[in-house]
């Protein structure tokens, strides 16, 4: 048995020697004024994508979280467990009697993150208190109110002066947790989704899924994407796969159409199970592996929030949501300024012609046309 050293050093020299005699460097050698035809014909435009990744790497990105559901559900646990990080060190875990006159709030945690130069500044917005009281009438009206002033703040940067440094603060996406221990749909559930569906994209999830079985998961997901259709509820659609994608890639997009609603469990601890550290929970009948697919789809649920589709949730709030409130914004003052001609507005309206005055541009051009010289 040869040394290591020797070893290497006897495959250097090997791949040397096919690189001498390598098709295309023995082609440059003989031909090199074909060579330098190449690099004169050779712009340069294909650098284009280098160019976006480095500009892109070097101004960071932003992600907008909002998390809802009612207490108890697991909602910061899963956050911690997704992105790796401790956001919620100062909470204050509140009694029974603090709990009754609790009213619904918004909570913002921002933290930066880097992972491989890479930079993402997170926000995390939670609403403590949402359906922890016994009346929950309209009780998602100050989370609707939130996304409002979000695009409305937006709004109103973008069309200002300085518009080189607009933070974006609006929800990309909403993970709204459904109890498993119900049959499907509450009515809360309901109205909370079609008051926001039209404003932010919602991903349903089902939470603490080691609850329950994986039968009763299978039940309980099917349940819910019935009365999701019954109530017309537009939650998050995934993109269509391009034609050109490989095959391994679409069988992921398939099975992570057919996974939702995500059954999740979140964990930030650490157990041993066969012989290997896991983040999971240990119960007296076993190891629930929060990692495992065949336990639950955390890992499905983290690959498509953070890896495959961020950006185009992004997207879809900035072409779907936020155009729809800017053209509401501006078919507003447009019909207020129409109204009242008195009302002040940055932007100008040209009084548009009526069919009138057309008509009669149109008779007096006849008329100098068939005038007698």
């Known amino acids: 048995v040869l040394p290591a050293a020797v070893m290497d050093s006897i495959i250097i020299q090997e791949r040397l020697v096919e690189r001498l005699l390598s098709p295309r460097t023995q082609a440059q050698r003989s031909h090199p ?19 976006v990744h480095r500009k892109s790497v070097k101004k960071g990105f932003d992600f907008t979280l909002m998390v809802a559901g009612e207490s108890g559900l ?18 204050k875990l509140l009694n029974a009697e603090e709990r009754i006159n609790q009213t619904v709030e918004i909570v913002k945690h921002t933290v930066d993150i880097e ?7 997170l926000t995390i917005v939670d609403t403590p208190g949402f359906g922890d009281a016994v009346n929950n009438t309209e009780c998602w009206k100050p989370i609707t109110d939130y996304i409002d002033q979000q695009f409305e703040q937006y709004f109103r940067d973008e069309s200002g002066l300085n518009r080189k440094n607009i933070q974006d603060n609006r929800v990309h996406c909403c993970l709204y947790f459904i109890s498993p221990f119900g ?7 309901v109205e909370f989704m079609k008051a926001l569906h039209e404003k932010v994209n919602i991903v349903p999830l089902i939470a603490k899924a080691d609850c329950l079985i994986p039968s009763e998961i299978r039940k309980l997901k099917e349940r819910i994407r019935e009365e999701i259709d019954k109530f017309g509820i537009k939650v998050y659609q995934f993109p269509e796969c391009d034609s050109d994608e490989d095959e391994e ?3 992921q997009d398939r099975e992570l159409k057919e996974s939702a609603p995500f059954a999740v469990i979140g964990s930030n601890t650490v157990v041993e199970a066969k012989g290997q550290r896991v983040r999971g929970r240990l119960y007296p009948w076993g190891i629930v592996e929060v990692e495992n697919q065949a336990h639950c789809d955390f890992v499905k649920l983290r690959n498509m929030l953070i ?9 879809v709030t900035c072409d779907v949501h936020y155009e729809n409130y800017r053209a509401q914004c501006i078919q507003q003052m447009t019909s207020k300024l129409t109204q009242d001609n008195r009302i002040e507005s940055p932007i100008p309206i040209l009084p548009l012609p009526t069919p009138d005055t057309e008509t009669e541009k149109l008779i007096k051009m006849k008329d100098e046309e068939v005038r007698p010289l």
Do not use: I, W
């Open 249 to 251: 890639f679409k069988q």
């Open 74 to 91: 697991g909602k910061s646990t899963l956050v911690n467990s997704l992105f790796l990080t401790d956001l919620y060190k100062d909470r």
């Open 307 to 315: 890896r495959t589709h961020m950006h185009d949730l992004k997207d």
């Open 33 to 51: 004024a074909k060579l330098k035809d190449h690099e004169k014909q050779y712009v340069g435009f294909a650098t284009l994508p280098n160019q």
């Open 115 to 121: 992972e491989k130069g890479v930079k993402l500044k």
């Open 183 to 189: 049959h499907g749909l509450r009515p809360v559930d």
